[in-house]
Protein backbone atom coordinates (compact mmCIF):
# COMPACT_ATOMS: atom_id res chain seq x y z
CA UNK A 1 0.00 0.00 0.00
CA UNK A 2 1.46 2.97 -1.08
CA UNK A 3 0.80 5.58 1.58
CA UNK A 4 1.57 9.40 1.59
CA UNK A 5 4.25 10.58 4.88
CA UNK A 6 1.59 10.72 7.39
CA UNK A 7 -0.05 6.99 6.86
CA UNK A 8 3.37 5.42 6.96
CA UNK A 9 3.99 6.97 10.34
CA UNK A 10 0.22 5.99 11.32
CA UNK A 11 1.27 2.31 9.69
CA UNK A 12 4.12 2.32 12.28
CA UNK A 13 1.90 3.74 15.39
CA UNK A 14 -0.32 0.56 14.82
CA UNK A 15 2.41 -2.15 14.61
CA UNK A 16 3.87 -0.36 18.12
CA UNK A 17 0.41 -1.82 19.53
CA UNK A 18 -1.10 2.11 20.01
CA UNK A 19 -4.75 2.04 20.73
CA UNK A 20 -6.99 1.61 18.68
CA UNK A 21 -8.50 4.85 16.82
CA UNK A 22 -12.31 5.38 17.61
CA UNK A 23 -15.49 3.64 15.56
CA UNK A 24 -15.41 4.78 11.61
CA UNK A 25 -17.46 8.22 11.22
CA UNK A 26 -17.66 7.91 7.32
CA UNK A 27 -15.58 5.70 5.77
CA UNK A 28 -13.03 2.94 6.91
CA UNK A 29 -10.04 2.30 4.59
CA UNK A 30 -8.49 -1.47 5.17
CA UNK A 31 -4.86 -1.92 2.99
CA UNK A 32 -5.36 -4.71 0.77
CA UNK A 33 -3.40 -7.49 3.15
CA UNK A 34 -5.87 -6.16 5.69
CA UNK A 35 -2.76 -5.16 8.19
CA UNK A 36 -3.52 -1.68 8.80
CA UNK A 37 -7.01 0.17 8.73
CA UNK A 38 -7.91 3.89 9.03
CA UNK A 39 -11.37 5.36 9.63
CA UNK A 40 -12.71 8.89 9.86
CA UNK A 41 -14.58 11.22 7.89
CA UNK A 42 -14.34 10.92 4.43
CA UNK A 43 -12.52 14.94 3.58
CA UNK A 44 -12.26 14.52 -0.31
CA UNK A 45 -12.22 12.11 -2.85
CA UNK A 46 -10.01 13.02 -6.20
CA UNK A 47 -10.53 10.44 -8.27
CA UNK A 48 -6.81 9.16 -7.10
CA UNK A 49 -6.99 9.77 -3.20
CA UNK A 50 -8.52 9.69 -0.20
CA UNK A 51 -7.87 12.46 2.27
CA UNK A 52 -9.58 11.17 5.38
CA UNK A 53 -9.56 13.41 8.77
CA UNK A 54 -9.03 10.75 11.49
CA UNK A 55 -8.01 10.78 15.23
CA UNK A 56 -4.51 11.43 14.24
CA UNK A 57 -5.35 14.35 12.04
CA UNK A 58 -6.17 14.50 8.19
CA UNK A 59 -4.07 11.42 6.23
CA UNK A 60 -3.98 11.47 2.59
CA UNK A 61 -3.82 7.59 0.89
CA UNK A 62 -3.58 6.00 -2.08
CA UNK A 63 -7.33 4.55 -3.58
CA UNK A 64 -4.94 1.93 -5.40
CA UNK A 65 -3.94 0.32 -1.85
CA UNK A 66 -7.02 0.28 0.19
CA UNK A 67 -10.81 -0.87 0.30
CA UNK A 68 -13.03 1.57 1.23
CA UNK A 69 -16.21 0.53 3.41
CA UNK A 70 -18.65 2.83 4.97
CA UNK A 71 -21.35 4.90 3.72
CA UNK A 72 -18.99 8.11 3.29
CA UNK A 73 -17.31 5.62 0.25
CA UNK A 74 -17.38 7.46 -3.24
CA UNK A 75 -18.75 5.65 -6.36
CA UNK A 76 -15.51 5.10 -8.17
CA UNK A 77 -17.43 5.07 -11.52
CA UNK A 78 -19.21 8.32 -10.93
CA UNK A 79 -17.05 10.36 -9.28
CA UNK A 80 -16.85 13.64 -10.74
CA UNK A 81 -14.23 16.00 -10.04
CA UNK A 82 -15.15 19.68 -8.58
CA UNK A 83 -13.09 22.52 -8.25
CA UNK A 84 -13.77 26.41 -8.40
CA UNK A 85 -11.25 28.96 -9.81
CA UNK A 86 -12.05 32.90 -8.06
CA UNK A 87 -10.21 35.79 -8.85
CA UNK A 88 -9.39 38.54 -11.33
CA UNK A 89 -11.74 39.44 -14.03
CA UNK A 90 -8.40 39.50 -16.49
CA UNK A 91 -7.98 35.87 -16.18
CA UNK A 92 -11.22 34.52 -15.80
CA UNK A 93 -13.58 37.07 -18.42
CA UNK A 94 -12.23 35.90 -21.79
CA UNK A 95 -8.61 33.21 -20.97
CA UNK A 96 -9.99 31.09 -19.06
CA UNK A 97 -13.19 30.33 -20.37
CA UNK A 98 -11.24 29.64 -23.83
CA UNK A 99 -8.83 27.43 -21.82
CA UNK A 100 -11.20 25.28 -20.29
CA UNK A 101 -13.16 24.88 -23.99
CA UNK A 102 -9.93 23.97 -25.40
CA UNK A 103 -9.51 21.75 -22.42
CA UNK A 104 -12.28 19.68 -23.02
CA UNK A 105 -12.49 19.30 -26.74
CA UNK A 106 -8.94 18.50 -26.62
CA UNK A 107 -10.08 15.61 -23.95
CA UNK A 108 -13.18 14.69 -26.19
CA UNK A 109 -15.48 16.37 -23.61
CA UNK A 110 -18.63 18.10 -24.07
CA UNK A 111 -19.06 21.54 -22.48
CA UNK A 112 -22.05 23.52 -21.30
CA UNK A 113 -22.09 26.41 -19.17
CA UNK A 114 -24.13 27.82 -16.82
CA UNK A 115 -24.95 30.25 -14.77
CA UNK A 116 -25.12 29.37 -10.70
CA UNK A 117 -25.57 33.23 -9.41
CA UNK A 118 -23.70 35.41 -6.97
CA UNK A 119 -21.06 36.09 -9.81
CA UNK A 120 -20.28 31.83 -10.62
CA UNK A 121 -20.68 30.60 -13.50
CA UNK A 122 -20.43 26.27 -13.91
CA UNK A 123 -18.54 24.52 -17.13
CA UNK A 124 -19.62 20.71 -16.82
CA UNK A 125 -17.30 18.49 -18.67
CA UNK A 126 -19.49 15.43 -20.13
CA UNK A 127 -18.27 11.89 -21.81
CA UNK A 128 -19.86 11.98 -25.28
CA UNK A 129 -20.38 8.51 -25.35
CA UNK A 130 -22.41 7.87 -22.18
CA UNK A 131 -22.60 11.58 -21.03
CA UNK A 132 -21.14 10.70 -17.57
CA UNK A 133 -20.38 13.98 -15.67
CA UNK A 134 -16.54 13.78 -15.96
CA UNK A 135 -15.70 17.54 -14.23
CA UNK A 136 -17.48 20.95 -13.07
CA UNK A 137 -15.67 23.39 -12.59
CA UNK A 138 -16.94 26.48 -10.86
CA UNK A 139 -15.27 30.45 -12.48
CA UNK A 140 -16.02 33.07 -9.69
CA UNK A 141 -14.96 36.73 -10.96
CA UNK A 142 -14.51 39.48 -8.09
CA UNK A 143 -10.80 40.82 -7.98
CA UNK A 144 -7.59 39.48 -7.11
CA UNK A 145 -8.51 40.33 -3.30
CA UNK A 146 -11.28 38.15 -3.44
CA UNK A 147 -9.96 35.47 -5.01
CA UNK A 148 -7.49 34.99 -1.82
CA UNK A 149 -10.12 35.75 0.19
CA UNK A 150 -12.49 32.64 -1.34
CA UNK A 151 -9.24 30.68 -1.05
CA UNK A 152 -8.38 31.51 2.63
CA UNK A 153 -12.60 30.63 3.40
CA UNK A 154 -12.78 27.68 1.36
CA UNK A 155 -14.89 28.98 -1.47
CA UNK A 156 -12.32 28.69 -4.13
CA UNK A 157 -9.20 26.28 -4.97
CA UNK A 158 -7.33 28.08 -7.12
CA UNK A 159 -7.34 32.00 -7.35
CA UNK A 160 -6.73 33.87 -10.67
CA UNK A 161 -4.51 36.54 -9.93
CA UNK A 162 -3.36 39.39 -11.64
CA UNK A 163 -0.63 40.45 -8.85
CA UNK A 164 1.46 38.22 -6.08
CA UNK A 165 0.18 38.21 -3.02
CA UNK A 166 0.23 40.57 -0.38
CA UNK A 167 2.30 39.82 3.19
CA UNK A 168 -1.22 39.74 5.09
CA UNK A 169 -2.81 37.25 2.16
CA UNK A 170 0.43 35.22 2.44
CA UNK A 171 0.20 35.35 6.36
CA UNK A 172 -4.11 34.05 6.36
CA UNK A 173 -3.20 31.30 3.68
CA UNK A 174 -0.22 29.93 6.32
CA UNK A 175 -2.97 30.20 9.73
CA UNK A 176 -5.46 28.59 7.37
CA UNK A 177 -3.08 25.89 6.56
CA UNK A 178 -3.03 26.11 3.05
CA UNK A 179 1.02 26.49 2.87
CA UNK A 180 3.43 29.34 1.44
CA UNK A 181 1.80 30.94 -1.94
CA UNK A 182 5.23 32.22 -2.14
CA UNK A 183 7.11 29.19 -3.13
CA UNK A 184 7.42 28.68 -6.62
CA UNK A 185 5.47 25.68 -6.83
CA UNK A 186 2.50 27.15 -5.66
CA UNK A 187 2.51 30.07 -8.15
CA UNK A 188 1.72 28.90 -12.00
CA UNK A 189 2.27 31.78 -14.67
CA UNK A 190 -0.34 31.13 -17.32
CA UNK A 191 0.19 33.94 -19.74
CA UNK A 192 2.44 37.82 -19.53
CA UNK A 193 0.63 41.31 -19.79
CA UNK A 194 2.20 44.63 -18.65
CA UNK A 195 1.75 47.66 -17.41
CA UNK A 196 1.69 50.30 -20.56
CA UNK A 197 1.05 54.59 -20.53
CA UNK A 198 -1.80 55.20 -22.98
CA UNK A 199 -2.93 58.26 -24.68
CA UNK A 200 -5.50 59.36 -27.56
CA UNK A 201 -3.81 58.15 -31.24
CA UNK A 202 -3.54 61.70 -31.74
CA UNK A 203 -1.82 63.00 -28.61
CA UNK A 204 1.70 65.57 -29.67
CA UNK A 205 3.46 64.04 -27.16
CA UNK A 206 5.46 60.65 -28.75
CA UNK A 207 7.12 59.59 -25.40
CA UNK A 208 7.72 59.52 -21.79
CA UNK A 209 10.89 59.53 -19.92
CA UNK A 210 9.65 57.15 -16.78
CA UNK A 211 10.65 59.80 -14.34
CA UNK A 212 7.70 61.76 -16.52
CA UNK A 213 4.93 59.01 -16.70
CA UNK A 214 5.28 58.36 -12.71
CA UNK A 215 4.67 62.39 -11.73
CA UNK A 216 1.83 62.21 -14.35
CA UNK A 217 0.18 59.82 -12.59
CA UNK A 218 0.94 60.83 -9.04
CA UNK A 219 -0.73 64.49 -9.91
CA UNK A 220 3.00 65.44 -9.61
CA UNK A 221 2.90 66.86 -13.01
CA UNK A 222 -0.60 68.60 -13.86
CA UNK A 223 -0.08 70.04 -17.83
CA UNK A 224 1.00 68.71 -20.68
CA UNK A 225 3.39 71.86 -21.29
CA UNK A 226 5.71 70.83 -18.77
CA UNK A 227 6.88 68.09 -21.07
CA UNK A 228 6.99 70.53 -24.61
CA UNK A 229 3.15 69.55 -25.03
CA UNK A 230 0.00 71.90 -25.21
CA UNK A 231 -0.91 74.27 -22.42
CA UNK A 232 -3.48 72.35 -20.83
CA UNK A 233 -4.28 70.14 -17.59
CA UNK A 234 -4.01 66.09 -17.63
CA UNK A 235 -6.55 64.06 -17.12
CA UNK A 236 -5.38 60.80 -15.75
CA UNK A 237 -6.95 57.68 -16.23
CA UNK A 238 -6.66 54.35 -14.07
CA UNK A 239 -8.16 51.03 -13.14
CA UNK A 240 -10.46 50.47 -10.18
CA UNK A 241 -8.25 50.60 -6.70
CA UNK A 242 -9.15 47.01 -6.50
CA UNK A 243 -8.04 45.57 -9.94
CA UNK A 244 -4.72 43.55 -9.74
CA UNK A 245 -2.99 45.10 -12.62
CA UNK A 246 -3.97 48.49 -10.35
CA UNK A 247 -2.26 47.46 -7.25
CA UNK A 248 0.61 46.05 -9.11
CA UNK A 249 1.42 49.36 -10.65
CA UNK A 250 0.91 51.18 -7.20
CA UNK A 251 3.79 49.53 -5.94
CA UNK A 252 5.66 48.84 -8.28
CA UNK A 253 5.78 52.50 -9.79
CA UNK A 254 3.78 54.62 -7.43
CA UNK A 255 6.09 53.09 -4.15
CA UNK A 256 2.82 53.11 -2.05
CA UNK A 257 1.55 57.00 -3.31
CA UNK A 258 -1.62 58.27 -3.97
CA UNK A 259 -2.52 58.54 -7.30
CA UNK A 260 -3.19 62.08 -8.93
CA UNK A 261 -6.58 63.67 -7.07
CA UNK A 262 -9.18 63.67 -9.60
CA UNK A 263 -7.97 60.41 -11.44
CA UNK A 264 -10.96 58.64 -13.16
CA UNK A 265 -11.49 55.54 -12.37
CA UNK A 266 -12.62 52.48 -14.55
CA UNK A 267 -14.31 49.61 -14.19
CA UNK A 268 -11.94 47.57 -16.61
CA UNK A 269 -9.28 47.76 -18.91
CA UNK A 270 -11.34 47.97 -22.12
CA UNK A 271 -13.84 50.59 -20.76
CA UNK A 272 -10.17 52.96 -19.60
CA UNK A 273 -8.89 52.38 -23.30
CA UNK A 274 -12.11 53.91 -25.35
CA UNK A 275 -12.03 56.49 -22.41
CA UNK A 276 -8.80 57.96 -23.20
CA UNK A 277 -8.83 57.53 -27.00
CA UNK A 278 -11.69 59.79 -26.66
CA UNK A 279 -9.61 62.02 -24.50
CA UNK A 280 -7.32 64.30 -26.24
CA UNK A 281 -5.84 65.68 -22.94
CA UNK A 282 -5.89 62.04 -21.30
CA UNK A 283 -2.98 59.43 -19.86
CA UNK A 284 -3.82 56.03 -19.04
CA UNK A 285 -2.23 53.32 -16.97
CA UNK A 286 -3.69 50.20 -18.36
CA UNK A 287 -2.62 46.39 -19.44
CA UNK A 288 -0.83 45.94 -22.60
CA UNK A 289 -3.28 43.25 -23.61
CA UNK A 290 -6.71 45.84 -23.86
CA UNK A 291 -4.84 48.47 -25.87
CA UNK A 292 -7.12 49.13 -29.24
CA UNK A 293 -8.25 52.29 -29.65
CA UNK A 294 -5.73 54.57 -27.34
CA UNK A 295 -1.95 54.82 -28.85
CA UNK A 296 0.76 52.86 -26.06
CA UNK A 297 3.36 55.81 -25.63
CA UNK A 298 6.82 54.72 -25.62
CA UNK A 299 8.63 55.36 -22.89
CA UNK A 300 12.31 56.86 -22.21
CA UNK A 301 15.13 55.21 -19.82
CA UNK A 302 17.29 57.74 -18.20
CA UNK A 303 20.30 57.37 -21.29
CA UNK A 304 17.49 58.06 -24.39
CA UNK A 305 16.60 53.98 -24.64
CA UNK A 306 13.35 53.98 -26.05
CA UNK A 307 11.20 50.79 -24.26
CA UNK A 308 7.85 49.83 -26.16
CA UNK A 309 5.96 46.55 -25.06
CA UNK A 310 5.96 44.28 -27.50
CA UNK A 311 5.07 40.14 -27.45
CA UNK A 312 9.52 39.90 -27.53
CA UNK A 313 10.38 42.72 -24.87
CA UNK A 314 7.78 41.45 -22.87
CA UNK A 315 8.81 37.92 -23.15
CA UNK A 316 12.88 38.65 -22.62
CA UNK A 317 11.28 41.33 -19.70
CA UNK A 318 13.77 43.33 -22.05
CA UNK A 319 10.20 45.85 -21.05
CA UNK A 320 10.52 47.02 -17.53
CA UNK A 321 6.81 46.56 -16.09
CA UNK A 322 5.91 42.83 -16.83
CA UNK A 323 2.79 42.02 -15.40
CA UNK A 324 2.16 37.91 -15.46
CA UNK A 325 -1.18 36.58 -14.94
CA UNK A 326 -0.95 33.92 -12.14
CA UNK A 327 -2.80 30.90 -11.08
CA UNK A 328 -1.85 30.33 -7.20
CA UNK A 329 -2.54 26.44 -5.63
CA UNK A 330 -2.97 25.57 -1.98
CA UNK A 331 -0.55 23.06 -0.41
CA UNK A 332 -3.26 20.50 -0.38
CA UNK A 333 -4.10 17.90 -3.33
CA UNK A 334 -6.51 18.88 -5.96
CA UNK A 335 -8.65 16.58 -8.11
CA UNK A 336 -6.88 14.84 -10.40
CA UNK A 337 -8.78 16.42 -13.37
CA UNK A 338 -7.57 20.01 -11.68
CA UNK A 339 -3.65 18.89 -12.13
CA UNK A 340 -3.64 17.68 -15.27
CA UNK A 341 -5.78 21.10 -16.27
CA UNK A 342 -2.75 22.97 -14.53
CA UNK A 343 -0.60 20.70 -16.54
CA UNK A 344 -2.31 21.15 -20.07
CA UNK A 345 -2.02 25.07 -19.60
CA UNK A 346 2.09 24.81 -20.30
CA UNK A 347 1.39 22.88 -23.57
CA UNK A 348 2.22 24.87 -26.82
CA UNK A 349 -1.77 24.38 -27.59
CA UNK A 350 -2.92 26.13 -24.33
CA UNK A 351 -0.57 28.80 -25.23
CA UNK A 352 -1.81 28.90 -28.97
CA UNK A 353 -5.34 29.71 -27.16
CA UNK A 354 -3.50 32.44 -24.37
CA UNK A 355 -2.48 34.16 -27.93
CA UNK A 356 -5.11 34.24 -29.55
CA UNK A 357 -6.80 35.48 -26.58
CA UNK A 358 -4.91 38.83 -26.84
CA UNK A 359 -2.25 37.97 -24.30
CA UNK A 360 2.00 37.36 -24.13
CA UNK A 361 2.04 33.23 -24.25
CA UNK A 362 5.17 31.92 -22.71
CA UNK A 363 6.09 29.80 -25.60
CA UNK A 364 9.98 30.10 -26.39
CA UNK A 365 10.88 32.76 -29.59
CA UNK A 366 13.67 32.66 -31.08
CA UNK A 367 15.94 35.68 -31.62
CA UNK A 368 19.32 35.86 -33.81
CA UNK A 369 22.46 38.15 -32.88
CA UNK A 370 21.76 39.89 -36.32
CA UNK A 371 18.43 41.49 -35.18
CA UNK A 372 19.52 42.77 -31.54
CA UNK A 373 21.44 45.65 -33.62
CA UNK A 374 19.99 48.33 -31.12
CA UNK A 375 21.11 46.47 -28.53
CA UNK A 376 24.72 46.37 -30.02
CA UNK A 377 24.64 50.14 -30.97
CA UNK A 378 23.91 50.88 -27.56
CA UNK A 379 26.86 48.58 -26.19
CA UNK A 380 28.95 50.14 -28.30
CA UNK A 381 27.74 53.68 -27.27
CA UNK A 382 27.88 53.21 -23.50
CA UNK A 383 31.46 51.38 -23.66
CA UNK A 384 34.05 52.93 -21.92
CA UNK A 385 37.52 52.06 -20.07
CA UNK A 386 35.71 49.47 -17.56
CA UNK A 387 34.17 47.55 -20.62
CA UNK A 388 36.68 48.23 -23.68
CA UNK A 389 36.33 47.08 -27.28
CA UNK A 390 38.10 43.68 -26.95
CA UNK A 391 35.11 42.90 -24.96
CA UNK A 392 32.24 43.32 -27.03
CA UNK A 393 34.26 41.45 -29.76
CA UNK A 394 34.52 38.34 -27.48
CA UNK A 395 30.60 38.90 -26.75
CA UNK A 396 30.25 38.79 -30.53
CA UNK A 397 32.51 35.75 -31.11
CA UNK A 398 30.56 33.57 -28.25
CA UNK A 399 27.44 34.22 -29.45
CA UNK A 400 27.78 34.64 -33.33
CA UNK A 401 25.36 31.84 -35.08
CA UNK A 402 23.44 31.65 -31.97
CA UNK A 403 20.13 32.56 -31.15
CA UNK A 404 18.83 34.19 -27.67
CA UNK A 405 16.03 32.23 -26.97
CA UNK A 406 12.93 34.65 -24.94
CA UNK A 407 13.47 32.92 -21.69
CA UNK A 408 14.88 35.31 -19.32
CA UNK A 409 15.85 34.75 -16.00
CA UNK A 410 16.20 38.24 -13.60
CA UNK A 411 16.34 38.51 -9.70
CA UNK A 412 13.76 40.03 -7.70
CA UNK A 413 16.06 41.64 -5.14
CA UNK A 414 19.49 42.21 -7.57
CA UNK A 415 21.13 39.22 -5.24
CA UNK A 416 19.93 35.64 -5.91
CA UNK A 417 16.38 35.16 -5.51
CA UNK A 418 14.64 34.64 -9.12
CA UNK A 419 11.37 36.77 -9.62
CA UNK A 420 7.89 35.33 -10.52
CA UNK A 421 8.25 35.01 -14.21
CA UNK A 422 11.70 33.35 -13.94
CA UNK A 423 10.66 30.55 -12.12
CA UNK A 424 8.33 29.62 -14.18
CA UNK A 425 11.15 29.91 -17.19
CA UNK A 426 13.06 27.71 -15.35
CA UNK A 427 10.49 24.84 -15.00
CA UNK A 428 9.59 25.73 -18.78
CA UNK A 429 13.16 25.05 -20.03
CA UNK A 430 13.39 21.81 -17.27
CA UNK A 431 10.68 20.69 -19.63
CA UNK A 432 12.04 21.36 -22.99
CA UNK A 433 15.24 19.20 -21.79
CA UNK A 434 13.44 16.59 -20.89
CA UNK A 435 11.30 16.34 -23.95
CA UNK A 436 14.49 16.37 -26.05
CA UNK A 437 13.86 19.43 -27.98
CA UNK A 438 17.33 20.43 -27.75
CA UNK A 439 19.23 17.61 -27.89
CA UNK A 440 22.54 17.31 -30.33
CA UNK A 441 22.82 21.58 -29.38
CA UNK A 442 24.37 23.68 -27.12
CA UNK A 443 22.98 26.17 -24.23
CA UNK A 444 24.56 28.56 -23.25
CA UNK A 445 23.71 30.74 -19.99
CA UNK A 446 25.03 34.39 -20.21
CA UNK A 447 25.11 36.49 -17.51
CA UNK A 448 25.13 40.53 -17.48
CA UNK A 449 25.14 42.76 -14.35
CA UNK A 450 24.49 46.64 -13.81
CA UNK A 451 27.59 49.27 -13.99
CA UNK A 452 27.65 49.54 -10.06
CA UNK A 453 31.02 48.57 -8.99
CA UNK A 454 34.38 47.25 -11.00
CA UNK A 455 34.28 45.48 -14.11
CA UNK A 456 36.26 42.31 -13.14
CA UNK A 457 34.01 41.93 -10.14
CA UNK A 458 30.87 42.11 -12.10
CA UNK A 459 31.72 39.86 -14.06
CA UNK A 460 32.34 37.74 -11.88
CA UNK A 461 28.74 37.83 -10.24
CA UNK A 462 27.66 37.37 -13.73
CA UNK A 463 29.19 34.21 -14.03
CA UNK A 464 27.63 33.00 -10.71
CA UNK A 465 24.55 33.93 -11.80
CA UNK A 466 24.11 32.23 -14.62
CA UNK A 467 25.88 29.20 -13.24
CA UNK A 468 23.44 29.29 -11.04
CA UNK A 469 20.39 29.38 -13.27
CA UNK A 470 22.17 26.56 -14.87
CA UNK A 471 22.01 24.69 -11.89
CA UNK A 472 18.48 25.33 -10.93
CA UNK A 473 17.43 24.26 -14.46
CA UNK A 474 19.54 20.73 -14.81
CA UNK A 475 18.47 19.90 -10.77
CA UNK A 476 14.33 20.62 -11.86
CA UNK A 477 15.13 18.26 -15.57
CA UNK A 478 15.54 15.34 -13.49
CA UNK A 479 14.20 12.89 -16.78
CA UNK A 480 16.64 14.77 -19.14
CA UNK A 481 19.65 13.11 -21.03
CA UNK A 482 22.48 14.67 -19.40
CA UNK A 483 24.67 13.80 -22.15
CA UNK A 484 22.39 15.06 -24.71
CA UNK A 485 22.85 18.80 -24.63
CA UNK A 486 25.65 20.80 -23.69
CA UNK A 487 24.86 23.51 -21.05
CA UNK A 488 28.11 26.28 -20.69
CA UNK A 489 28.28 29.56 -19.15
CA UNK A 490 29.22 33.16 -19.90
CA UNK A 491 29.65 36.64 -18.52
CA UNK A 492 30.23 39.89 -19.85
CA UNK A 493 28.91 42.17 -16.83
CA UNK A 494 27.52 45.22 -17.71
CA UNK A 495 28.93 44.61 -21.55
CA UNK A 496 25.37 44.80 -22.83
CA UNK A 497 23.23 47.24 -20.81
CA UNK A 498 19.41 47.27 -21.75
CA UNK A 499 18.64 50.05 -19.47
CA UNK A 500 20.59 53.08 -17.92
CA UNK A 501 21.54 52.27 -14.30
CA UNK A 502 20.49 55.78 -13.25
CA UNK A 503 17.14 54.50 -11.87
CA UNK A 504 16.24 51.66 -9.89
CA UNK A 505 14.43 49.35 -12.77
CA UNK A 506 16.78 50.13 -14.71
CA UNK A 507 19.47 48.21 -12.88
CA UNK A 508 17.45 45.60 -12.00
CA UNK A 509 16.34 44.77 -15.82
CA UNK A 510 20.20 44.83 -16.63
CA UNK A 511 20.75 41.97 -13.95
CA UNK A 512 20.20 38.98 -15.45
CA UNK A 513 20.73 35.44 -17.50
CA UNK A 514 19.89 35.39 -20.96
CA UNK A 515 19.73 31.97 -22.74
CA UNK A 516 21.30 30.94 -25.99
CA UNK A 517 20.89 28.63 -28.29
CA UNK A 518 24.05 26.77 -30.74
Known amino acids: MRFLIRAAVLAALFHLGLPAMAPAQDVTLTSRDGAVAVSGTLLSFDGEFYRVDTVYGPLTLDSQGVICTGPGCPDMEAYVARFTLSGSPALGAVLMPALIEAHAARRGLQLTRTAAGKGLTLFRLSDREHGHLVAEIGLRLGSTDEGFADLVAEEADIVMAAREPFAQELRRAREAGL ?40 GDITDWSALDGPEAPVSVHLLG ?73 IKTEDYPFVAPLFLYTPARRLPLFAREFLDYLQSPTAQLVVRRAGFVDLMRDRIPLRQQGDR ?28 RLTSTFRFRNGATE ?15 LEAGLFNGRTLI ?31 RATAADPAAVALRVAAFGEALPIA ?15 VWLR
Open 241 to 313: ARDGLQQAAARRLLGGARPAEGARRHPDARALDRAVARDPLGLGLTRHSATRAARQLPLIGGCGMRLLASRET
Open 445 to 475: FVGFTDGAGAATVNRRIARDRAEAVRDAVRA
Open 179 to 218: GDLSQPERRHVVALDAIVPVVAPGHPVQALEIADMIALVR
Open 376 to 403: LAQAISTAGTEVPLSELQRLVRILDGAE
Open 418 to 432: LDAQSHANVAALARA
Open 500 to 514: CDQSDWGGLINRRVE
